[in-house]
């Protein structure tokens, strides 16, 4: 009995880069509820290879953004270590000014974050040019040293969930330039899961490196229904000027989807299947 009360409690072990309170934790929280317990990377490498070595069970990585577009080296990532994209996660990204419990906007002398939250907050920071900007190397990270260091008169910028564990005092909401600034997450595993109900795939392929060859996919996704919602290309690293492709494509019923992988078989020079899931909710 003692077995199965164990097990059957036993929360998810999820790799996330960034440390808690972070925008990967946020996302997490938002896909798992709560019901996880994370482990923090530095890097995605680190959170790709502790997937691939069976150290957790899943694992949340950014993968694009409206503003940034495309972390690429997520993609090759992906494919290194033949991780599975079992889910996605859309999150709005909300900056928040926050500092030490007592503090004020007046007593504020430097502001930290990541060089990208400091730049899509500028519009913000120009009001006040006597702070001094810093560059860290993490959101959350910042929100944690003010408490852990003790710090007086520095703010940090991070996601209100940074807030909420570092027990920090927001003293000014989504103070981002632009207010539709979202980033897409994946959800990953070692296997693929077996989903009845999935209408959304994301995969990789190559052509042959011939005149009108991506094309012909193209035209054989639209042929059969098939939205694509996203097409990357990515250099292929021995062939130099030649790429492979990531698209993700959404489709009413399966079937559309099978019969695009008949069509289109013999006209790939490499085809992965990186994932087949449900839609996120954007």
Known sequence: MGLFFCAKHMKTKVAI??????????????????????????TFKQLAKALAKGKV?????????????????????????????????????????????GQNLEDITEVRSHQMALLQCDKYLEKFPNWKVVNDVDTALTAKDIVDQDLNHVAAIASRKAAEVYGLDILA?????????????????REHNDYEDFNKVSMRFSVP??????????????????????????????????????????????????????????????????????????
């Not at 909401?173 to 595993?189: A, E, K, P």
């Not at 399966?254 to 008949?262: M, P």
């Open 17 to 42: 880069q960034g440390v808690k309170g972070s925008y990967h934790h946020e996302a997490t929280d938002n896909y798992l509820k709560n019901e996880f317990e994370l482990l923090e990377c530095d």
């Open 57 to 101: 069970d899943k694992a949340v990585m950014a993968i694009e953004n409206t503003i940034a577009g495309a972390i690429l080296p997520n993609y090759a990532l992906i494919t290194k270590y033949g991780l599975k994209v079992v889910g996605e996660i859309y999150l709005s990204i909300q900056h928040q000014l926050m500092v030490k419990k």
């Open 173 to 189: 909401s989504s103070i981002q330039t632009y207010q539709d600034n979202f980033t897409r997450f994946f959800v990953l595993q």
């Open 209 to 282: 490196h011939k005149s009108g060859a991506l094309v012909d996919v193209l035209n054989q996704i639209a042929e059969c229904g098939i939205n694509m919602d996203k097409i990357q290309s990515v250099p292929i690293i021995d062939k130099p000027w030649e790429y492979s492709f990531h698209i993700d494509i959404t489709f009413e019923n399966k079937e559309q989807y099978y019969t695009l992988l008949g069509k289109i078989a013999r006209k790939l020079t490499d085809l992965e299947i990186l994932g087949e899931y449900k839609k996120g909710k954007e």
